[in-house]
């Protein structure tokens, strides 16, 4: 029983022995490697860069009132299409008693000194018609007295102004309704009635009644950094993008490059300035953020590869062509423009050339 159970174990031994040798030769085998292959294809080559920034209208202005006071109506609403001259809102003058008290107390003077010269102009006029003195003593008093009667003509409108916002001589003239000084869409009224407001003065800019904009000429505002402005100049074709609108792109014109820089996000940036193209059937809101890519060249249907594939030694530019089943030959290639993922093949290699893929 145990010479069986010996050999049984012998066996055995030789036969994960066997196993073993057999496993470690074919592991030492060399196992063929297949390469990925791709072919050159024709396609577009657009050398850009990006510039981000935001869409708004190229004339937007601000609605001041010329008058301070309360906001007593409001004729329209953000997004409202106006015309030049149409009515934005009513002001009630609340005057201001330093300068009411001091435009009456012009009317006073200038009644004062209208009524001396009254009194001057009639003794003047006897002693004229007496003979006692010259026509040309006479007219001097004539002048004064019709200057006094305009200064008090403009004290006393002067007064109707600051109390009343409307001059005397104004008919229904009045600075206090505001209209519009342009025609466009109303972007926003950031006032409501019973709020108060102020006209611009050395001091103070006034108070914003409403913002108006002509929406049909739209431009892009972004900037470039520094390593790249040196690339663009005015008259560049943009192709814009606007995050807010899918699947829609819309040209545009470079018009402005800024010729001083700012520091901004820890970088210098250039501002530009794009005229848009606008398309009627897409409306686009004021503000929209956008970029911006600026076409510096472009190739239309040109031989191109991928660029991860070509091999650089020194100044010459390689590939690796299939020549048979897993046998590759470097292979020379003149290059042109570049996108930085695709380039364009100039001569070298054609569309039923088998590249070798470079991992």
């Excluded at 057999?22 to 396609?43: G, Q």
């Excluded at 301070?68 to 015309?83: P, Q, R």
């Excluded at 996000?265 to 970029?291: K, M, P, T, W």
């Excluded at 042109?336 to 093949?345: M, Q």
Aim: charged share 25%; glycine share 6%; hydrophobic share 40%.
């Amino acid at each position: 029983m145990k010479k069986i159970i010996r050999i049984s174990v012998i066996v055995l031994f030789l036969g994960v022995f066997v196993w073993t040798i057999f496993f470690l030769v074919n592991k030492s085998k060399d196992v063929p490697v297949v390469h990925e292959t791709t072919k050159p294809e024709y396609r577009d080559i657009i050398q850009k860069t990006v510039a981000t920034g935001s869409v708004v209208p190229e004339n937007e202005i601000d609605i001041i009132p010329q008058v301070s006071g309360i906001i007593e109506e409001i004729y329209v609403k953000a997004g409202d299409k106006i015309k030049k001259g149409d009515l934005i809102a009513k002001v009630r003058i609340i005057p201001n008693i330093e300068r009411l008290n001091a435009a009456k107390a012009q009317v006073d003077q200038a009644k004062i000194a209208l009524n001396d010269c009254k009194t001057t102009f009639e003794r003047k006029q006897s002693l004229f018609k007496e003979g006692v003195i010259s026509k040309a003593d006479f007219q001097k008093i004539e002048y004064a007295l019709e200057q006094a009667q305009e200064n008090l003509a403009a004290a006393e409108n002067h007064l109707s102004i600051v109390k009343d916002g409307i001059s005397k001589d104004a008919g229904k003239a009045t600075n206090t309704l505001v209209s519009s000084t342009i025609g466009g869409m109303v972007l926003d009224v950031p006032v409501e009635v019973g709020n108060s407001v102020i006209e611009a003065n050395t001091f103070n800019q006034g108070t914003v009644i409403a913002k108006i904009a002509d929406m049909r000429k739209m431009i892009f505002k972004g900037t470039v950094d520094e390593t790249e402005v040196g690339k663009i100049k005015t008259g560049m074709k943009l192709l814009l993008n606007v995050g807010a609108i899918d699947n829609h792109t819309f040209d545009a014109k470079l018009t402005y490059i800024s010729p001083k820089g700012k520091y901004e996000n820890s970088a210098i940036v250039f501002d530009i300035e794009a005229e848009v193209q606008l398309n009627d059937s897409v409306f686009i809101r004021a503000g929209y953020s956008a970029n911006a890519d600026i076409v510096l060249a472009r190739k239309d249907k040109v031989l191109t590869l991928e660029e991860k594939n070509l091999l650089f030694e020194g100044d010459t530019v390689l590939v690796e062509i299939e020549k048979d089943s897993l046998v590759f030959e470097k292979q020379s290639v003149k290059l042109g423009l570049s996108d930085g993922i695709y380039t364009e093949i100039v001569s070298g290699i054609d569309t039923n050339t088998k590249i070798k893929v470079q991992k």
